[in-house]
C-alpha cells in the first residue's frame, strides 16, 4: 500500500501491482465486499487504485525474490531512486518488461 501511495505521488504512469496471490489481485478487481482480516486494507488499496490506472499483473512466487527476501528477514521498506546492497542482485531479476 505503501508503495501503491509513493508511485502515484512520485509519477503520473499507471501503476502496475504484481503478486505471486491470485486471492489478492482477485479481491483488488473485485466489486464485492471483503470480509477478511484484511479487508480494511483492500479498501484503502481500492482508494489509491482510484486515483490512477492500474495493472493487476500475476507473476510466480520465483519471480518475486525481493518480496520472499524481505519475508525471510521480517523486514519491509521502500526505496526511491537508490537500492540497498541486500537485494542489489534479486531486484533486476524481479523485473518483467510491460509495454502500454
Known amino acids: 500500500m505503501e508503495g501503491m501511495a509513493l508511485a502515484i505521488q512520485h509519477?503520473?504512469?499507471?501503476v502496475?501491482?504484481?503478486?505471486?496471490s491470485s486471492e489478492?489481485?482477485?479481491?483488488?478487481?473485485?466489486?464485492?465486499s471483503t470480509r477478511s482480516a484484511y479487508?480494511?486494507?483492500?479498501?484503502?488499496i481500492k482508494e489509491l487504485m482510484s486515483i490512477?490506472?492500474?495493472?493487476?499483473?500475476k507473476i510466480c512466487?520465483?519471480?518475486n525474490r525481493v518480496a520472499n527476501?524481505?519475508?525471510s528477514e521480517r523486514a519491509t521498506a521502500v526505496w526511491l531512486r537508490s537500492v540497498p546492497p541486500c537485494i542489489e542482485g534479486?531486484?533486476?531479476?524481479?523485473?518483467?518488461?510491460?509495454t502500454f
Open 52 to 57: 490512477r490506472e492500474f495493472v493487476p499483473l
Open 61 to 63: 512466487r520465483s519471480q
Open 39 to 44: 479487508g480494511h486494507l483492500v479498501l484503502e
Open 11 to 14: 509519477s503520473d504512469l499507471p
Open 69 to 71: 527476501y524481505s519475508r
Open 16 to 20: 502496475i501491482v504484481q503478486s505471486d
Open 24 to 32: 489478492a489481485l482477485a479481491s483488488l478487481s473485485s466489486n464485492a
Open 90 to 98: 534479486l531486484w533486476p531479476l524481479d523485473c518483467n518488461t510491460m
